[in-house]
């Protein structure tokens, strides 16, 4: 800004608040509906009799620390991150599945 000459420029800058009401208890009772699903989810590969056990170990991990979250303060990151988990995992399975079918 050396050796320009901004005397007299203005610049307007407003910020105005968005009013969002967040329900405290409906957003947890999403969050523990989540929670639930994933955890049926879970069940679900560990009782697979054909399941690998690595990925039912990782699903075991995941369901325990489903179980976990439900009782403490649930925060959506901490929902969010075990859903990805989750999705990496079934999409292992499906590659796993997919390789056991061409039987490589």
Known sequence: MEGKDYEGLRVWLGITPRRVRIDPRKKRADYIKRLENLM???????????????????????????????????????????????????????????ADKTGT
């Open 40 to 98: 049926r989810e879970c069940d679900k590969i560990l009782s697979d009799p054909q399941g690998y056990e690595e990925l039912q170990v990782k699903a075991m991990a995941i369901l325990i620390r489903a179980i976990q979250v439900c009782y403490i303060l649930v925060t959506d990151e901490q929902v969010e991150a075990l859903e990805e988990e989750f999705e990496a995992l079934k999409r292992r399975i499906a590659e796993r599945d997919r």
